[in-house]
């Protein structure tokens, strides 16, 4: 694939730097999964990696359902070897890899002001895709822990997998609803940890959100304002125009009744 095959080929950097970050936790969830001996944390990985598998079945759709030559992309471009990466299973996420060089060679192709010029259009879309990752990313290392401390603790409420996940997704988002809490101090320290992250993740993407709709808002409005002024000249010149016809016309009816008078006589 020539350069510029891959400039009309490729998705928006945001997005395929969203996927390679994808597919490299799901690769590092597997070896993870491998070594790890506690059947809990175990348990919060494989759930983790399916979601993530989700994630990947849905890049390969877009991509196949976008692709100019559907075909071509399936066969020639080992679009299969992306389906069978996007599968939960152990072994099948090994073609992750596939994905994962294939967006690398595409980005050293590209060229990083390309990318860089990409990221500066899109800076919304580039903020989300990070923030969506990190999301991801503390929800699985918040869950690990959490699970590892409180499910030996004595009156612990965090037993099961599914109870760190949604204890994470409740705490990282500041919702705290209260149902499943830590009870050791090991377990406060991660949801310290966890709140800490959230609000800042949260309070970053709020802020760039609200200055990018300020800025739209003033830009509407320095349009409108324009517009307003090149509504108020065009006018200015009409009339500019009428006075000089009305005078034009007063002028002729002058000549005219000049004319009158001179033949009455």
């Known amino acids: 694939m020539s350069a510029s095959e891959a400039s009309t080929n490729h998705k928006s950097f945001s997005y395929e730097l969203f996927i390679l970050a994808i597919s490299i936790l799901a690769i590092v969830n597997i070896i993870f999964i491998i070594l790890t001996s506690d059947p809990g944390r175990d348990q919060v990985l494989v759930i983790v990696n399916f979601v993530l598998s989700l994630i990947l079945l849905f890049d390969f759709s877009y991509r196949l359902s976008t692709a100019r ?11 299969w070897l992306e389906l ?34 990409d990221f500066r259009r899109n800076p919304a ?17 918040g869950s690990y822990l959490i699970i590892g401390v409180e499910s030996r ?9 599914l109870d760190a996940l949604w204890w994470a997704l ?5 919702v705290g609803y209260g149902d499943k809490f830590p009870v050791t101090n090991l377990g406060r320290l991660v949801g310290t940890f966890v709140i800490l992250i959230g609000v800042i993740m949260f309070s970053v ?19 409108l304002l324009s517009d307003t002024n090149q509504d ?17 016309l007063a002028a002729q009816i002058e000549r005219i009744e000049n004319k009158i008078d001179r033949d009455g006589s």
Not at 91 to 106: A, E, G, K, Y
């Open 84 to 117: 069978l990466g996007s599968l939960p299973f152990y072994w099948m996420p090994l073609f992750r890899l596939l994905r994962i060089l294939r967006i690398l060679r595409l980005f050293r192709q590209i060229g990083a002001f390309t990318l860089m010029r």
């Open 153 to 161: 603790a004595a009156n612990s409420n965090i037993i099961m997998p």
């Open 170 to 174: 409740v705490t990282v988002t500041t």
């Open 205 to 223: 993407l709020t802020s760039f959100f609200t200055s990018k709709f300020s800025e739209t808002r003033d830009v509407d409005s320095d349009k």
């Open 69 to 79: 030559e559907k075909r071509n992309y399936f066969l020639k471009e080992f679009g």
């Open 232 to 248: 108020v000249q065009e006018l200015h010149r009409i009339l500019e125009q009428q006075s000089s016809t009305l005078e034009d």
């Open 125 to 141: 879309t580039s903020i989300l895709a990070v923030v969506t990752f990190l999301m991801f990313i503390v929800l699985q290392v």
